[in-house]
């Protein structure tokens, strides 16, 4: 029985982080900035684009590090 706790609080976890990113996708739109730094990486070739965010990137990653720090502290 205590498996079936533990696979439950998983799935829940899952669900949850799964909406999260789709409320991160529908909203991302909305924030201007998002994606245009300066420091973000993009070439408009003849034939191709090259786009990597890396700005965007680090900004998303602290932002996220410090949610779940504050998250993690007891």
């Not at 409320?23 to 786009?51: C, H, M, N, Q, S």
């Amino acid at each position: 029985m205590n498996d079936l706790y533990g696979l439950g609080k998983i799935l829940l976890f899952i669900g949850l982080l799964t909406a999260g990113l789709g409320l991160v996708l529908l909203l991302a739109g909305k924030i201007p900035w998002l994606g245009r730094l300066p420091g973000d990486i993009y070439f408009r070739g003849e034939r191709f684009t090259f786009y990597f965010p890396l700005a965007t990137s680090l900004v998303i990653s602290v932002v996220l590090s410090l949610l779940l720090w504050f998250i993690g502290r007891k």
